[in-house]
């Protein structure tokens, strides 16, 4: 029934302004969730409770419920109306164009599949430390005996944060006569190109690093007959990743390799008829049982990048999604931007290694020192 | 412009889709942003092309000139100079000053 929650005059007070809160603003630490999601879990409820709203059947509130409270029809409403719609309701436009874009920038692989976390920044240049263990093994120590210390190499680096943004500009012949369902698709485009803006970096500071000298490049590795790529490949870089304790199990190549890739035998079909005779259980695995791909323009053919996600790279996030509109009276026009500001940082060089398949397994295309193994 | 990594490893750059590999030398016409930072940062450098130093062509020696030489062909070879005409003098016709009429026919 409309009006049950009566949000049509306290959007803005217990949906809107928490919500902005908590999203947090440029340097202020926040965190990224969508209108739907603060709705049902955030927002201020009857009882002045930050634990979210529920619906007239005691479910969580959604966009359908919301709807539903304010007595309006989305496949009848148009932008427009909600814009020019007096009391909390015109709060509602940029968000709902804000969840559009961000229903995009999630839905195929964004940066968020090539970082373990991402960490708010106060400012635009991140001094990011590194730390390095020399000797950290634990060494046999008799009793009394000085126990050895480890030798620690730290420094720090600067990571510049830059800004992504796009604006798009609707007539109001667009805004009035196009329905808010039609129009989301559009809109989450928008955010689905601002994702590949975001991961194309990522995939770039993956292979390049973070640090102009070129000090932190990934390392590049050949393969055992140059010009072929096989799954003995991967199982050496497998095995060199398992001995220096990480976990080479992402993967991410360019078009024309993801088909030779996917070409492989050992990914594409059951190896042989019933089972080997003696199972190997490894017990650092070292093949992977699923292996996450994915494709990027960023790649060379012919080359894999192999990464541990969980330390290879964070997101430094200066600003999250930002949208923001105007209206240009004198043309009828509105104007919506869609901006982040942030920056990618590595955190250990030996987390990401690239298999070349054109280059043959020696020289200068062997592991590095760097990945000399520990165990 | 000739530029190379100068370490081993490879490199991209997203906005102007260039890639270098170790090892290879790229003449670039246009540098991008990040390219432009590795190359301040020094990851990346300018590989000089190889000039090839020109042999030195030594000018021919002065040839000297001496009284055998026969000086008076060239002069003979040389053509007359035009003459200069010299001016003609203008005539300048007087103009009789006769008065048309009778003339008086002096008998003595």
Redesign the interface.
């Known amino acids: 029934m409309a009006g049950e929650l009566g949000l049509l005059n306290t959007f803005k007070e217990r949906i809107y302004h928490p919500l902005q809160k908590y999203r947090g603003s440029d340097g202020e630490s926040g965190k990224e969730i969508t209108l739907s999601e603060f709705m049902a879990t955030r927002a201020v409820n009857e009882s002045n409770q930050p634990i979210g709203l529920k619906n007239g059947n005691g479910n969580p509130l959604s966009l359908a419920d919301l709807w539903k409270d304010l007595g309006l029809d989305p496949a009848n409403v148009t932008l427009d109306n909600l814009i020019t719609l007096s009391d909390d309701i015109k709060y509602l436009a940029p968000e709902l164009v804000r969840d559009f874009i961000l229903q995009g920038l999630n839905s195929d692989a964004s940066y968020m599949d090539l970082v373990s976390a991402t960490v708010n920044s106060p400012s635009l240049t991140v001094t990011s430390p590194w730390v390095e263990f020399n000797n950290a093994i634990p060494e046999d120590t008799a009793e009394a005996e000085t126990i050895a210390e480890t030798d620690i190499t730290w420094g720090d680096k600067t990571i510049r944060l830059r800004k992504k943004a796009k604006a798009i500009k609707a007539s109001d012949e667009l805004l009035l006569s196009t329905p808010i369902p039609l129009l989301s698709q559009y809109l989450m485009r928008f955010g689905r190109l601002l994702a590949a803006s975001l991961f194309?970096?990522g995939v770039?500071t993956l292979?390049?690093g973070d640090?102009?000298?070129?000090?932190d490049?990934?390392?590049?590795v050949g393969v055992t007959n140059s010009g072929t790529l096989t799954f003995a490949d991967y199982v050496r870089a497998w095995i060199r990743a398992r001995q220096i304790m990480m976990n080479w199990n992402n993967l991410i190549t360019s078009e024309a390799t993801a088909n030779t890739v996917l070409g492989l035998s050992e990914f594409k079909s059951p190896q042989g008829f019933g089972s080997p005779m003696v199972n190997i259980e490894s017990k650092n695995r070292v093949l992977p049982a699923t292996m996450p791909h994915l494709i990027s323009a960023?790649?060379?053919d012919g080359?894999s990048l192999l990464f541990d996600k969980s330390q290879a790279m964070t997101y430094l996030s200066f600003r999250g999604l930002m949208v923001e509109s105007e209206r240009i009276v004198m043309r009828q026009l509105n104007g919506t931007s869609a901006s982040t500001i942030g920056g990618f940082s590595t955190t250990f060089r030996h987390a990401r290694v690239?298999v070349?398949s054109s280059q043959a397994y020696s020289g200068?295309y062997v592991f590095?020192s760097w990945m000399a193994p520990i165990v | 412009m000739l530029i190379s990594l100068s370490k081993p490893g490879v490199f991209y750059d997203p906005e102007t889709k260039l890639r270098l590999e170790y090892g290879e030398v790229k003449d670039v016409l246009r540098i991008g942003s990040l390219t432009r930072q590795v190359l301040n940062g020094g990851g990346i450098v300018i590989v000089s092309p190889p000039v090839t130093p020109e042999p030195i062509v030594k000018p021919d020696p002065p040839v000297a000139v001496t009284m055998e030489t026969s000086t008076l062909d060239l002069i003979v070879d040389i053509e007359d100079p035009i003459p200069e005409e010299k001016p003609k003098p203008t005539v300048v016709a007087k103009k009789q000053s006769g008065k048309r009429g009778r003339t008086k026919k002096v008998v003595k």
């Open positions: 194309t970096d770039t292979v390049n640090q102009a000298d070129l000090s490049n990934c390392a590049v960023a790649m060379s080359q690239i070349d200068d590095p």
